[in-house]
């Protein structure tokens, strides 16, 4: 680990606790805010690396707070949450969450989502700029372009679009997303693919421009021309 700087914004001590035994253990360096505002307040004068949000917070909440961080960068986010349904992921997901931890979860599950984070978000060659139809994304600053159209990316739309882009006119199975994506097994009847590929859709086909990311119903996604 090179020590980066990951803040917990967590009301309850002991997850805080829990978290943060876990995160120095693992070599992080650690903070941690009882509140929104006090979050707020770290992120803005010691930017992390990564933030582990809690859902549930006194005053501001959690979707409040990963909006407002959302707003001021493109951190990584992992939203703790008591609330597993579809509708509040989804929720989350629109406020810029990157991933989703769902209570009681073991500390071995949240190093592994960190770690996936932290390996998405490293780059790991020289930056390039790839290019399908009239679809372009700079592997350096994440941004995608629709012919002269930017788009903003979360993080994890990007790694979703970085893989469809390296992998043309290939059917991507679910298994396969999930794999190079999520780095783990987010669970069978999870719809998290589908959420972003969603997301992805909505930015990257406005107005009249052509579908490129097209479901292979029953097996997963493919980017290819209409
Ligand atoms: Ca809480």
Redesign the pocket.
Known sequence: MAGERILII???AR?AQFVERGLIYEGYRVNVARDGQTGLAIARDNPPDLVIL?????GLD?LEVCKRLRAAGDVPIIM?TAKDDVKDRVMGLDAGADDYLVKPFSIDELMARVRSLFRRSTPTSRPEVLRFADLTLDTGTHRAHRSERAIDLTAKEYELLELFMRNPRQVLTRDVIFDRVWGYDFGGESNIIEVYVRYLRQKTEQGSEPRLIHTVRGVGYVLREE
Request: a negative charge; aromatic letters at 10%; glycine letters at 10%.
């Open positions: 967590e009301d309850e997850i809690d859902w549930m917070l006194p959690g703790l």
